[in-house]
């Protein structure tokens, strides 16, 4: 069974810089895994924010960008605001299924 | 403008079947390229995905549950309906459908929270 693995938890301070890491039991992500990135605040739908590795919806803020570190696929938060503390989920997509994973709960403090 | 909604009990005894709608607007299910996901998400846990039909009515489902799961589309009502059998407690969970297009899956619906207990 696949297992997709992000950081549980991680703080950052205001106005800071976080990467958040994706990664597959399978091997290295590459873009053939077709990473989306959603944030999910409590009593809430999740929202997208990037989609095939990189990619931003118009309504994605610019400090959120999306991209591949070290075989792994990553969500970078630059200039962080105090209306990011959320949990971020990633998705990646395996022959046809797709696969979430288990969530960073990202505090700012 | 697309919105999403899902629809279904919101009890379901143990081994009985569960039977979801997700009504939706401001797309064709006929689009190519244009499919309607369920994700589904316990109480105080991860999103996991469930299901996808597209419009040519091509089908992909988790292999964890695919056995239990049956999505179909009634494409003259815009609907979507997720069927899940044999359920247990553990099926307990917040259900969302989503609009995907483009390899995103950038529209869903609130959400539609469904016990089960007996």
């Known amino acids: 069974q696949t297992v997709v693995t992000q950081e549980a938890s991680l703080t950052v301070s205001p106005g800071g810089t976080v990467t958040l890491t994706c990664a597959s039991s399978?091997?290295?992500?590459?873009?053939?895994?077709?990473p989306n990135w959603f944030q999910q605040k409590p009593g809430q739908a999740p929202r997208t924010l990037i989609y095939?590795?990189?990619n931003k919806h118009s309504w994605t803020p610019a400090r959120f960008s999306g991209s591949l570190l070290g075989g792994k696929a990553a969500l970078t938060v630059s200039g962080v605001q105090p209306d990011d503390e959320a949990d971020y989920y990633c998705?990646?997509?395996?022959?046809?299924?797709?696969?979430f994973g288990g969530g960073t709960k990202l505090t700012v403090l | 403008q697309i919105t999403l909604k899902e629809s279904g009990p919101t009890v379901v005894k143990p081994t009985q079947t569960l039977t979801l709608t997700c009504t939706f607007s401001?797309?064709?299910?006929?689009?190519?390229?244009?499919?309607v996901g369920w994700i589904r998400q316990p109480p105080g846990k991860a999103l996991e995905w469930l299901a996808l039909?597209?419009?040519?009515?091509?089908?992909r489902y988790s292999p964890s549950l695919g056995s239990r799961l049956i999505v179909t589309k009634d494409t003259s009502k815009n609907q979507v309906v997720l069927t899940v059998t044999n359920v247990d407690p553990v099926d307990t969970a917040t259900y969302f459908c989503?609009?995907?297009?483009?390899?995103?899956?950038?529209?869903w619906g609130q959400g539609a929270l469904v016990t089960v207990s007996s």
């Open positions: 989503a609009h995907r297009e483009y390899y995103s899956f950038d529209y």
């Open positions: 401001g797309f064709s299910l006929s689009s190519s390229g244009v499919a």
């Open positions: 039909i597209y419009g040519n009515d091509d089908k």
């Open positions: 399978t091997g290295p992500v590459t873009s053939g895994y077709l």
């Open positions: 095939t590795t990189s």
């Open positions: 998705l990646l997509h395996y022959a046809g299924a797709w696969v």
